[in-house]
């Protein structure tokens, strides 16, 4: 009896959580769906979930009116390094705040956690002014350095600050009998245990990098140099109107690679979360 209620209430359970997932799966069945019919049936009445004819035009021209597969390079590469150098400064950073005492470490990291306060619209005409002066306007290099070294690697920081505090203190001070020095119980005893923060702060550094839309169209003008966001809008016919086809198509090209990463790091993605106390 026990093992039939059971049963059932697992099936309520998926059936439950079957229809909580309709309002996020839809939009995304739409997306590539609609991607696979002519420009006249997407908004056509009564919608179809799925196309009377598939066509596979949309794709073609994705990659004819524009250098598609250089602006898909250029976003993935762009994400890769972001993701690595942010990775690496706040792994540094939240161990040396989580770790090693020094006069003003707390006020050091309010400071730093001022910077989540900080809109990137409030800095983006003073940074442009900057990378001008450097001759790095309509370059790759501020999408690179803003990130990985200004306000948006403070959230990485902060996760991995409070992930290293969780660790036992036991664990670093077994390894500093054994004689490794301070570097050393953060590279072979800290770091390989915060693979759950890791996960989390590539997952939300790749997504951010990724999406990023007024960065680049603020420091970029050349259509080869383009990402993916900024790309996205360039797909318009002559007077100007969206070709809503061509758009959904390259908009579920982009989806693909976070769509992956997620997949690979989901698991470490939510025990990071939970291990540092963030919640949506």
């Not at 919608?47 to 004819?53: C, I, K, Q, W, Y």
């Not at 203190?169 to 953060?186: P, S």
């Not at 970029?220 to 969206?242: E, H, I, R």
Request: hydrophobic share 55%; net charge positive.
């Amino acid at each position: 009896m026990r093992s039939s209620l059971s049963a059932r209430a697992k099936v309520v359970l998926y059936g439950l959580l079957c229809v909580l997932c309709l309002p996020f799966v839809f939009p995304a069945w739409w997306m590539v769906t609609s991607s696979f019919k002519p420009i006249g049936d997407i908004f056509g009445y009564p919608p179809s979930l799925l196309p009377g004819t598939w066509q596979l035009s949309a794709y073609r021209d994705v990659f004819t009116l524009q250098p598609f597969a250089r602006q898909y390079l250029n976003s993935l590469y762009i994400a890769a390094i972001v993701t690595v150098g942010t990775v690496a400064v706040s792994a540094l950073a939240g161990y040396a705040f989580a770790r090693i005492r020094f006069r003003g470490a707390n006020v050091l990291f309010l400071v730093i956690l001022a910077g989540l306060l900080v809109p990137s619209e409030a800095t983006i005409v003073p940074l442009f002014q900057l990378f001008r002066s450097l001759h790095l306007v309509d370059t790759h290099w501020p999408l690179i350095l803003v990130p990985v070294l200004g306000a948006p690697s403070v959230l990485a920081t902060f996760i991995m600050r409070q992930f290293f505090i969780a660790l036992p203190d036991e664990l670093e001070q077994a390894a500093c009998l054994d004689g490794l020095g301070r570097f050393g119980m953060f590279w072979r005893v800290a770091l390989p245990l915060s693979r759950p923060a890791l996960a989390a702060v590539t997952i939300f550094t790749f997504l951010q990098s990724w999406n990023l839309y007024l960065e680049p169209i603020v420091y970029l003008s050349t259509p080869d140099k383009f990402t993916l966001p900024q790309a996205l809008t360039q797909y318009v016919d002559s007077y100007g109107g969206a070709m809503w086809n061509v758009q959904l198509a390259a908009s579920s090209l982009t989806a693909v690679p976070m769509l992956i990463v997620f997949v690979i790091a989901q698991r470490q993605f939510i025990q990071g979360l939970a291990h540092t106390g963030i919640t949506g």
